[in-house]
Every structure is written in structure tokens, then in C-alpha cells.
């Protein structure tokens, strides 16, 4: 088995099923929001703000360029569906996971719109973005998990079931 990425909007579950699941199934978890962060020595918030959405595209894809891990659960940015090099990189030697989940419920979970480090276009709301990214999610996606009204516990049981009968690539 080797990675598992884990793709999907703000406020999907990425990084805490992320955690979770890298617990239970062994393996090391990373997190390319935090790599992020600490590589630039500041928040995501503050990256977009100083240095606009399209400079931060550019510092997520060479950041995620230069994972070369094996066997990791790996919790991405909701805007690594941007950088389609990005993302043929992660496929090389993962499966890609999309966290599927409802407008509403995303609504419901992101209530931090303007501090928390999305990757937004100045004055784009969070249904336009949902919009905007959906299709890449799905594009990209090896397998799609349907979260909606599912904890955590849940999800991560559906993703454990549907590795045990997907293998995963081998590098």
C-alpha cells in the first residue's frame, strides 16, 4: 500500500480524518497545509493576503512538488485541484480520496470564511467556490466518499472498507 490523499472543500474533514485514519491504519499523516505554513513561517491567511490567491497556488504546488513520501495519509488544501501538476505528482503513488459533502453541510462546518486560509478570488463567495472546485474534486478523484450526515467515525470505516478492496498503487 502506499499513500492515500485525501482531497475535498474547507471544511470536508480532510485533516482530522486525515489524523484518524493515519492512526488507525499505521501510517504517518501529513498535512500540506501545515507543511505550508511552516516552509513560509506564517498562516495561510496571511500568505493569501500579502501575496494574493495566485502566488499561494503557486507556493502549495511547489510544496506538494516536493513530497516524496510513501505509505502516509496526506490531508491537502482545498485549492490543490488548482495545480493539476500538483495533483498528477500525488496521483504518481496514491489514491486520491475526494470528502464529498453538500453545500449546506460545508456552510454549516466553515464559519471562518475570512481567517482560516481559503484560497478564495476577492469578493468570490463560498457557494461560487464550491462551485468552482466540485468538478475538479470529482476529475481527480480515485474514489469519492459520501460524508454527508456520516461522522467521522463513519467515514473513516467506509474509507478503511473501500482500501481493503481497492489496491492501492505501488511506486
Known sequence: ????????????GKSTIG??????MGMPFLDTDLTIQ????????????EEGMGKFIEIEEAVILNIHVHKHVIATGGSVVYSHTAIEHLKKNSLVVYLQLPYEEILKRVNNIQTRGIAMKKG???????????PLYERYADMTIDCHGKDIEEVIRIIQN??????????
Open 1 to 12: 500500500m502506499n499513500n492515500v490523499v485525501l482531497i475535498g472543500m474547507p471544511g470536508a
Open 38 to 49: 511552516e516552509q513560509e513561517g506564517r498562516l495561510l491567511q496571511d500568505i493569501i493576503n
Open 124 to 134: 468570490q463567495t463560498l457557494l461560487a467556490l464550491y462551485k468552482e472546485r466540485t
Open 162 to 171: 473501500k482500501l481493503h478492496y481497492s489496491k492501492l498503487p505501488e511506486k
Open 19 to 24: 489524523v484518524i485514519l493515519a492512526k488507525i
